[in-house]
């Protein structure tokens, strides 16, 4: 993928935060999906029929589909051997990115709305840009700050409201989720900007690969009533979150990150939850209600802003 797009006015380019913005956006509107059809996965939601797979067999599972995916990309590009340096960073995405987060968010899907589940996940680019501040060396501006705490305000605010002004411990599961997701990201992020986002993600995967092998084989085993037993809306939500959320939608964000920044572009994922919210919707038939729309336009708003503030790279 070329560091800069020609753009359709008289053949100039977009520049490289632009274009980061926009691969971004492409990568935010992949994982908006994941929580519908994880709960799908797991047999949660209106639209599910029949009996779902067990929440660690869907995180652990997609994480290896996603791994022998990678090792194919990976083999097919001829790609070196990441550098010793990269192994830390790498440790991070696994850790946060393929394995926390799609556990964690297992899960709490299993006794969570995925509309309920989106707004939580909204505070996922304040935490981002938090990590990318220590890891990436970034240095946003007290301006970009404001912007990045209004609009989580915004998306706590919206789930405490439809929680009626409590959390569930389920809740808990996904904070601590979005923290080892900020952290995956941030550090792919960096490191992306030498190894390139699709190098990142698939050897983070295929270094998983050696953990996940012997663990999926023995949740199969264990499992083995359960896997025969689950529906065909379950093993679709399962497909979905394997190639999708965890393979291709990281093609599109660690590029991002690694042309626009982990901090500015990590601001697109405001939108993620009402995204998620008009996903779980068609998904899953769960409510949209009208005060979603006058927080998806005030979330929108805040990323504007924030687009324009400034951030020092590292």
Do not use: N
């Amino acid at each position: 993928m070329d560091t800069r797009l020609r753009g359709y006015d008289g053949g100039h380019r977009l520049s490289d935060e632009t274009t980061g913005m926009l691969l971004g956006l492409i990568a935010v509107a992949i994982f908006s999906l994941t929580l519908p059809f994880t709960r799908l996965a797991v047999g949660g939601g209106v639209g599910a029929s029949g009996a779902g797979l067990s929440p660690t067999f869907v995180a652990l599972g997609r994480a290896l589909v996603a791994a022998v995916l990678a090792g194919g990309w990976l083999a097919w590009k001829r790609a070196p051997l990441p550098p010793r340096s990269a192994l830390l960073p790498l440790a991070m995405v696994a850790v946060g990115c393929i394995i926390g987060f799609p556990w964690l968010t297992s899960i709490a899907m299993r006794s969570l709305p995925a509309a309920h589940g989106a707004v939580l996940v909204g505070i996922l680019p304040l935490a981002t840009a938090v990590f990318g501040a220590v890891l990436a060396g970034e240095k946003p501006s007290s301006g970009f700050w404001l912007m990045a705490s209004i609009g989580s305000a915004l998306v706590v605010g919206f789930a405490l409201r439809q929680s009626g002004g409590s959390l569930h411990w389920a809740d808990l599961a996904i904070f601590l989720a979005v923290l080892l997701a900020a952290m995956g990201y941030a550090a792919g992020g960096r490191l992306s900007q030498s190894l390139g986002g699709q190098q990142t993600i698939c050897w983070a995967l295929v270094l998983s690969a050696p953990v996940l092998l012997p663990l999926v084989a023995w949740l199969c085993r264990a499992e083995g009533a359960q896997l025969a037993a689950a529906s065909t809306s379950a093993w679709s939500g399962f497909a979905y979150v394997s190639v999708f959320s965890m393979f291709i939608g990281f093609f599109f964000w660690y590029r991002g990150m690694a042309l626009g920044g982990v901090a500015r572009v990590g601001q697109v994922q405001l939108v993620q939850p009402f995204l998620s919210l008009l996903g779980a919707a068609v998904v899953l038939g769960e409510a949209l209600e009208w005060p979603t729309v006058v927080f998806a336009i005030a979330v929108i708003a805040v990323v504007g802003t924030g687009r324009k503030m400034q951030v020092k790279r590292g």
